[in-house]
T-cell receptor
Framework: DAGITQSPRHKVTETGTPVTLRCHQT?????MYWYRQDPGHGLRLIHY???????DKGEVSDGYSVSRSKTEDFLLTLESATSSQTSVYFC?????????????FGEGSRLTVL | KQEVTQIPAALSVPEGENLVLNCSFT??????LQWFRQDPGKGLTSLLL?????REQTSGRLNASLDKSSGRSTLYIAASQPGDSATYLC???????????FGSGTRLQVQP
């Protein structure tokens, strides 16, 4: 267990409102990731970080931004939520002293945009 | 762009059967391949990780193989049990980018 906490775990919001999801890790892992999971699409990468203040886009980054000001926290922001962003969002980390490239996942955050 | 495909999408077997889940990927320049298990409403649990230089990994009743040249991996589950019922996800990490590309998963139901 890599000590990953996602918050909030459940959120219902309205179209057009800003939303921030937080991922907190206690393992000092270098890499952090945000994925979304939708029926029929599996998990798709939104953004990832390879160090403090170092981030890059994934396949489905439109409408999302991220920030990583500390090793332990990776924030995902929806500036103006849309119904298409209703999904389950997973945070993951990697890069500790264990097996190279092994990812550990949080429990997920379920977001509903009405 | 890496693409990962898992076959079959769903599988139902009686308890005790040995079974094979298949995963294929389009770009053989991978860093590793990982198999995960996901229970309904839960996060992902890592089952096995195969580095690009390895051919297989084993953990208990699970064995995963990797054929990088043909872009294929299989997950073999021996003597299946009802507790094995879950969705199994295959994912590959490319050499250039340290992020995983996932398949859509195989939903397994083991009947008692």
């Amino acid at each position: 267990d890599a000590g990953i906490t996602q918050s909030p775990r459940h959120k219902v919001t309205e179209t057009g409102t800003p939303v921030t999801l937080r991922c907190h890790q206690t393992e000092n892992h270098r890499y952090m990731y945000w994925y979304r999971q939708d029926p029929g699409h599996g998990l798709r990468l939104i953004h990832y970080s390879y160090g403090v203040k170092d981030t890059d886009k994934g396949e489905v980054s439109d409408g999302y931004s991220v920030s990583r000001s500390k090793t332990e926290d990776f924030l995902l922001t929806l500036e103006s939520a849309t119904s298409s962003q209703t999904s389950v969002y997973f945070c993951a980390t990697a890069g500790g002293g264990g097996v190279a490239g092994e990812l550990f996942f949080g429990e997920g955050s379920r977001l509903t945009v009405l | 762009k890496q693409e990962v495909t898992q076959i079959p999408a769903a599988l139902s077997v009686p308890e005790g059967e040995n079974l094979v889940l298949n995963c294929s990927f389009t770009d053989s320049a991978i860093y590793n391949l990982q198999w995960f298990r996901q229970d309904p409403g839960k996060g992902l649990t890592s089952l096995l990780l195969i580095q690009s230089s390895q051919r297989e990994q084993t953990s208990g009743r699970l064995n995963a193989s990797l054929d990088k040249s043909s872009g294929r991996s299989t997950l073999y589950i021996a003597a299946s049990q009802p507790g094995d019922s879950a969705t199994y996800l295959c994912a590959v990490m490319d050499t250039g980018r340290r992020a995983l590309t996932f398949g859509s998963g195989t939903r397994l139901q083991v009947q008692p």
